[in-house]
């Protein structure tokens, strides 16, 4: 399988050999805030600005990443630290994920047609498939997208699409973590229906259409893919900045060219890595390094102007390479998953289930 040092593990040293930074990586089983700030180091390193071309610039550049960090953790702390949402619960552990196969889980999103069915799927290095489990985190099977590949799938997302009526799956093959793609591919196949009860193998889910997206400014790297129920529009959302930048390309998109996503929005923060809009399409959750943020959507408003509203900070788990999060199949809760062997699955359901804000009209 391929591994990218950027796709995979934590960054615990780092240190000029020649003329390039290289980056020696080691796995390790804690989960703890220490450790996400060196994964957003390792995130921070990720950017092409610190392919370095000289020991001395080596030094100086690790001091800035220092430096740079620091307000970095404080917004992420202080965003931890905010209002948080007092909607949800504290999170509680759904399952594990013992599967093999799921080896580094970086999309999820909760089917809408099938409830009690959630699809993952894998980082860079797989082939062009995603899976189904249930809630508990127990396999239910494989689904290969006919006549697709993957390059570096980050997120999916499910909801309608030419049929208004039926849900497809979108794959965003969206990863570029060197921004040197001249594009990147959203992958839309008519979601097949699943019991939640019942494991059913692998089947393998045709036709796929591919749509191809580029950037204003040139590539980027993206982790970030939704799909807005009301309209079918299509967002995506660039990772490597400080305030994450929302792109946008209206329905119908194209399955026979370029179409130049147009951004309509940003992020009050940065490094986004996954997102989900509720059933209902009011509300938008997006997950950063270590934190996550939910928006609301007035009757009506495009979904983009949520973006420039109040935003909630969400409670999260600590995860390891955490880079998954999805409403459940109601709206009224939300999963998130780590990219690990056997990752836990999490889930954060209403505080009060008495009250809890369902996605039925108001
Ligand atoms: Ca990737
Ligand atoms: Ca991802």
């Not at 552990?93 to 809408?112: F, H, K, M, Y």
């Not at 239910?140 to 980050?154: F, I, K, S, Y």
């Not at 420039?308 to 409670?315: D, E, K, N, S, V």
Request: aromatic residues 10%; charged residues 20%.
């Amino acid at each position: 399988m391929q591994q990218s040092p950027s796709d995979k593990g934590t960054v615990s040293h780092c240190f000029p050999a020649g003329n390039r930074l290289r980056y020696h990586v080691e796995e390790t089983e804690q989960e703890t805030r220490p450790q996400e700030g060196m994964n957003m180091a390792q995130e921070i390193l990720d950017r092409p600005s610190y392919t370095l071309d000289s020991p001395e610039r080596t030094i100086r550049n690790l001091v800035s990443l220092v430096v740079a960090a620091v307000p970095l953790l404080s917004l992420a702390s202080s965003c931890a630290r905010g209002a948080q949402s007092d909607e949800f619960g504290p999170g509680r552990l759904a399952g594990v994920v013992q599967n093999d196969q799921i080896r580094e889980a970086s999309g999820i999103v909760a089917s809408r047609q099938n409830p009690g069915v959630l699809w993952v799927h894998n980082d860079s290095g797989d082939s062009a498939r995603v899976f189904a489990i249930n809630e508990k985190g127990e396999f239910l099977g494989t689904c290969v997208l006919g006549g697709v590949t993957a390059r570096d799938w980050e997120d999916i997302a499910v909801g309608p699409g030419p049929d208004p009526n039926r849900q497809y799956l979108y794959v965003g093959d969206i990863g570029d973590n060197l921004a040197r793609y001249p594009d990147v591919t959203v992958y839309r196949v008519l979601e097949p229906k699943i019991d939640p009860a019942t494991p059913f193998g692998v089947m393998t889910i045709e036709p796929a259409d591919a749509i191809w997206f580029t950037y204003p400014g040139g590539p980027r790297d993206a982790e970030t893919l939704f799909v807005d129920p009301l309209t079918r529009d299509l967002y995506i959302l660039s990772k490597r900045e400080f305030f994450s930048k929302v792109y946008q390309a209206p329905y119908p998109q194209s399955t026979t060219g370029r179409t130049e996503l147009k951004q309509v929005a940003s992020l009050p923060w940065g490094f986004a890595v996954a997102g989900d809009v509720s059933p209902d399409g009011r509300r938008v959750i997006v997950r950063g390094v270590f934190n996550a943020s939910m928006w609301d959507r007035t009757p009506g408003q495009p979904l983009w102007k949520a973006f420039a509203g109040r935003h909630t900070p969400l409670p999260l788990i600590p995860e390891k390479q955490g880079e998954g999060i999805c409403f459940d199949a109601k709206g009224t809760g939300y999963f998130t998953i780590g990219e690990r062997e056997h990752p836990p699955l999490h889930f954060f359901g209403p505080a009060d289930p008495n009250a809890a804000r369902s996605s039925a009209p108001r």
